[in-house]
């Protein structure tokens, strides 16, 4: 623990604090003299923080943009993925404490990858007392907030009809329409199936629970018929 | 603005930062000489803000209660209707800018109290600078969030699953089951149809587009049914 406290450059006021951020759930029930509790209160703690960590980081950094694409921005910030790589530079796995059995395969360990980067966040916040805030969004800067300009320059958090217009307009150019091409079921259950036109030749179809969520689903389909994903 | 000040006991540093949560985004368009932006990035702000204050207090405040159950209560204690009763209770109404002909619609209106009163709390955070988030968590603490305690004792947040459960265990008293009536639709968008019984017989119906949702939504109607809501 005191060589993970120099790695990210924050002394703890009680270890026990950072101990308990690595505990999972499937650890504690084999280990119970050891640790009183799992991770996940104090997860349910960080992801706050973090979510504020970041709306204040993309506000302040990206003055221009809306709150729409602040939104997008910072979803694609904080996901699973991207938490995930975090925890990988940090090589949070070498000091997880979970059962043996618990699942190795790729996409749960993931998660809990994700899950126990927001739980030290939450760690760094709670520990820090007054300063707690402070110290997690300084920690964050240091091993997340970068990706947030990756994220802007290399568009990787367009939604997926306004990328298709920006670059049909770009590379045709001309702007893509949508038509409905059917519309099922009761008023409670809809579902809608769009097409992505431009000019009269159809590129994709999309469906969906709305007429606004079909339109995003026949975009993303378009784009990669296109080949511009 | 200045009455405002004393009514929530805040001095602000740059009074325009409190002006500007109020300009709704219909106002703006007709008084663009007065205001350079409408309050909804600093409502974007704002509702990390309060995620994060809400979460600190009810993490606190209530030690024994997981993860699970804190969320629960969370969303009721920042849902649209409590935020418009503390909109309301400061008369937030009195100091909006908005244009005369938008949306005087009950649901309209109470969303935008609810988002102005996100937006006042993120003029807070902002104006406080290194103290913004202690003050608008003490905002918050004069002005929301006595409501957690009300919503813990009513149990305004259970879910009803094993709210339905808890008390038919104590009135009758017996365990409720859930049996599957129906299973419609292709794979990406079956509708399921459930029973809640208790013993033998059928209390309700409940539909959703999983098992368990179907089967809150069966609990709901049984709690409706038996009363007990």
Known sequence: MEEFEKKIGIKFNNIKTLENAFVHRSYLNENKEKFSQHNERMEFLGDAVLELCATDFLYKNFPQKKEGELTAIRSALVNTESLCNAAKKLNLEE????SKGESLEKK?????????FEALVGAIYLDG?????????????????????????KNLFRDPKSYFQEIAQEVIPATPEYKLISEKGPDHDKNFIVGAYIGDEKISEGEGKSKQ??????AKKALIKKGWE
């Open 129 to 153: 007392e007054k300063d707690g805030f402070f110290k997690a969004y300084t920690f964050l800067e240091n091993f997340l907030f970068d990706y947030a300009f990756e994220i802007v320059e």
């Open 213 to 218: 969520k079909a339109e995003v689903d026949a």
């Open 108 to 116: 749960g360990r993931n998660h809990i990858l994700a899950n126990t």
């Open 95 to 98: 000091n997880l404490l979970m």
